[in-house]
């Protein structure tokens, strides 16, 4: 059986470059999602990583940190072949739009689909309509793929509506002794206990030792096993 590398992060655009690039090449991780990377950012880190990648933009936006407007959205990076690919729209906020961006990729003789998404903020994690909405029009999306592997930030806590929908209908594979995903260290709010970053997959897919990783950006890194 063959093991294949995955991992996620909310990069918190390019404040962590310093941090999660040489991580992730320690890892030696065979694909990753990415939300909330810097469009023109995605060059320099597949150079670095050695990864070809799929972006699509989510929203411009002006950043206390790096001061002129940016774009910033979703990323997928693969040592393997990235084939078919798509982008749907989940819903739109303003000036923000929220995809679900999954790729096909070919892993020796099997094709894999992979997906990531960026779900909205909500005031304390509560549910709101607009983020129910997303979910829902993300659960029909899902419906297109017999199999699969999201990975992601969704903004909604593990134990409240948004997630468990999500749970009810695919497995969770974070494991429960992780009560939170936001980092303790780096995130601008001290004290956040919600566990909003997930790796779901279609009940047919195997994952081992998924672990979540801190000090890398301002919420944790998920790391785990695919199993072929």
Do not use: W
């Not at 941090?19 to 469009?39: M, R, S």
């Not at 995809?99 to 894999?112: A, C, G, Q, R, T």
Request: hydrophobic share 40%; net charge positive; charged share 25%.
């Amino acid at each position: 059986m063959n093991k294949i590398n995955i991992g996620s992060l909310n990069i918190e655009k390019r404040i962590h470059l310093d941090k999660f690039i040489p991580f992730f090449k320690k890892k030696n991780l065979d694909i990753i999602a990415l939300q909330e990377v810097c469009v023109s950012d995605v060059g320099k880190i597949s150079e670095k990583l050695k990864m070809p990648y799929v972006v699509y933009q989510a929203m411009e936006l002006n950043s206390h940190v790096t001061g002129p407007k940016i774009e910033q959205g979703v990323a997928i990076f693969s040592k393997y072949p990235l084939d078919k690919r798509e982008a749907y729209i989940l819903g739109l906020e303003r000036i923000q739009t929220f995809y679900f961006l999954v790729v096909e990729i070919k892993i020796l003789e099997k094709s894999i689909f992979f997906g990531t998404t960026h779900f909205p903020v909500t005031k304390e994690g509560q549910v709101t309509k607009f983020q129910l909405s997303v979910c829902n029009n993300l659960l029909k999306v899902l419906k297109k793929y017999p199999e699969i592997i999201f990975m992601g930030d969704f903004n909604a806590p593990r134990g409240r509506k948004v997630f468990d929908k999500i749970k009810s209908k695919f497995t969770d594979h974070i494991p429960s002794i992780y009560k939170t995903s936001i980092d303790q260290n780096l995130h601008r709010v001290k004290g956040l206990q919600y566990m909003v970053d997930g790796l779901f997959t279609t009940n047919n897919i195997k994952i081992n030792n998924v672990t979540l990783h801190d000090n890398i950006s301002d919420h944790m890194a998920i790391t785990g096993e695919l199993l072929l």
